[in-house]
């Protein structure tokens, strides 16, 4: 699917998160819903994205 190596490649490579809607073909074939878009978010964002539980 297009889409996802889009995204996987500009997140990776930019060390940006990235988004897309997807096409239709790509939205169809990778079971994409009418709500739902696809995110690469690189790792080292991750840990400031993530809500750590406290013990």
């Keep these: 699917m297009a889409t996802c190596g889009n995204v996987l490649a500009k997140s990776f490579m930019s060390n940006q998160i990235c988004m897309s809607l997807g096409c239709p ?4 074939l990778g079971f994409i819903k ?3 878009l696809v995110v690469g978010i690189p790792s080292r964002l991750l840990d400031s994205l993530l809500v750590k539980e406290e013990k």
């Design 34 to 36: 009418d709500e739902e």
């Design 25 to 28: 073909i790509s939205r169809k």
